[in-house]
């Protein structure tokens, strides 16, 4: 079996939600609170959605894309807001400053209907981390496997979903697998898992699936 | 006067087989990060009510997670009560006739009971405005801390304050200032205060009477008992006999249901100590229900938590038709047993259900009646809500995660967050 170079250290994350206390109430609001609140409210709203949702595939990309659908009836923006990915953004700053793009654009195209009241606010709130040791410090691709199997979902999302945030360009289990396993190629398919259109558990799965084989190997 | 001690022993470990061991092992080491530190819990009612649920479960909970933890409850006499619930109507935003005289006599009884408690912990927090004035003792002037210097308060406001009586929002906003931080059940109760507001849902115990898993046998002696059908549908809503809750909304969405489809109607409540109201509410539900054999009026002493258990799991499509809502843990109870709820999008019942997703939100009596209608017509789309609504309150509802999020509140004051 082999043996990494450096152990990988699995974390378990939480988050506290802090309300912000600014709401919105039409698209031109949310543009104007988006382009200046926290960074933590930026997250909160969009890595941090896929966390709160893990188990639904329909209906939540982020809280900006689904409030522009369900409260402002505007679903050209909320698919513009919805395609965002963030996996590919190594910072809070870049997607800010795409959702505020997206936005802008909505604004500048239909000016009325961007300061329609919507149905209901847009409540903006911040996510505060609290991160944790495991138990689990693995050294082959084997261990991995069992120390996957075992932590939280939200685990599998502090180091599969926002971990680009983190420093890798590349998610932290693709990272450690590429670079200290040198299993490059195990790395890439990791990397390629759609976590849009699968419960985090099945995300879960799916990273054991492709690990398998290589185990056995 | 301290809590009575909760009925059985009960420790993170038995909640493995539902939340997994991760889960577990991580409250465990968040914990450890707080040795040393102690808790104080403060509310009005030791039985009866959800804040007395939840921290009938909440408080054995945390001592066993290694964060030693007090519950307190203070005393007020009948008037005390009857003011405070004018102070929770009114903070609802129902009409509230202000008299300096119920005033008084809330200041009145929070000394008292400020004589009688001892705040000697590192956190303190109180539950809802009841005990709100509590605060006095963090330092009264001219006088010591009676209290650890550096001691943290919070206050816990389990209700919407979003549209609050004027007077009776200032009288108690005094009190909220001087708190370190308050927590809410929804983003939308917010008001402009100059102190931290952290977002706490509510959360149910799935081991406790209310929602442990039950043998077919005994839902069934228990519908027999009250009479109740067990062959024909069953439209259910658990709730205080309180107008707030809408049991005459419900029972006109029930005969709108009922010109199309077979059903019988349940309404069971409860009581608690702190509403005097219930008993003049539960006349008028009689009075609308009439002599219609299918309307089944239950008014169940504080101790039915099983049989509110065997309720809700016989129930085809369990109702919450509230005209304001603080959170409506009887919806959380409905979605963890994986029923079809219909409720009303009001206080923190949107953040539960998810139009469409985690069960049926509705705006009118109208509206409800076409959403029961609509999935005792279509029974897939209602077990596929039930299963999404159960992984919704896994998530975000049970009171692991309320354990959870004190926890990390603690540790987020204490600046050992990170």
Known sequence: ?217 | MSAPPPTGLISLGDYVSVIGRAEVDEMRALARRLEGRTIKMVNSTAMGGGVAEILNRLVPLMNDAGVSTRWDVITGGDDFFEITKGFHNALHGAPYEAHEQAFEIFRAYQQQNLANLRFEEDFVVIHDPQPIGLIEARQKPGKAPAGPRNAHWIWRCHIDVSRPHPQVWSFLEKYMKRYDAMIISSPAFTRPLPIAQYLFYPSIDPHSQKNQDLDEDFIAKTLERFGIDSNRRILLQVSRFDRLKDPLGVIQAYKLVRKYTDCQLVLAGGGAKDDPEGGQVLAEVREAAGDDPDIHLLALPPWSALEINALQRAATIIIQKSLQEGFGLTVTEGLWKKKPVVASAVGGIPLQIQHKLTGMLAHSVEGTAFQVRYLLSNPQVAQRLGENGHEHVKENFLVTRNLKRYLMLFLSLSGAAQ
């Open chain 1, 1 to 217: 079996m082999r043996q990494a170079k450096e152990p990988f250290q699995l974390m378990a994350a939480s988050t506290l939600i802090r309300i912000c206390g600014v709401q919105a109430h039409t698209i031109a609001e949310l543009l104007k609170q988006a382009r200046k609140i926290s960074a933590n409210s930026i997250f909160n709203h969009t890595f941090q959605t896929l966390s709160q949702h893990h188990y639904l595939t329909e209906g939540f990309s982020n809280d900006f894309a689904q409030w522009v659908m369900a409260a402002c009836n505007a679903p050209q923006l909320a698919e513009m807001l919805t395609a965002l990915d963030i996996r590919q953004y190594e910072s809070v700053e870049q997607l800010r400053a795409d959702v505020v793009r997206a936005l802008e654009e909505f604004v500048s195209a239909f000016p009325q209907r961007a300061r329609q009241k919507a149905f209901e606010p847009f409540y903006f709130c911040e996510a505060i981390t609290v991160t944790v040791l495991t138990d689990w410090r693995v050294h082959s691709l084997r261990e991995f496997c069992e120390a996957l199997w075992h932590v939280s979902v939200h685990s599998v999302h502090y180091h599969f979903v926002s971990a680009r945030l983190r420093g890798p360009k590349t998610n932290d289990f693709s990272a450690w697998i590429g670079q200290s396993l040198e299993l490059k190629e195990l790395a890439e398919k990791i990397d390629h898992i759609d976590i849009y259109t699968n419960t985090l558990e099945r995300v879960r799965q799916m990273i054991l699936d492709e690990c398998v084989p290589w185990v056995e190997a």
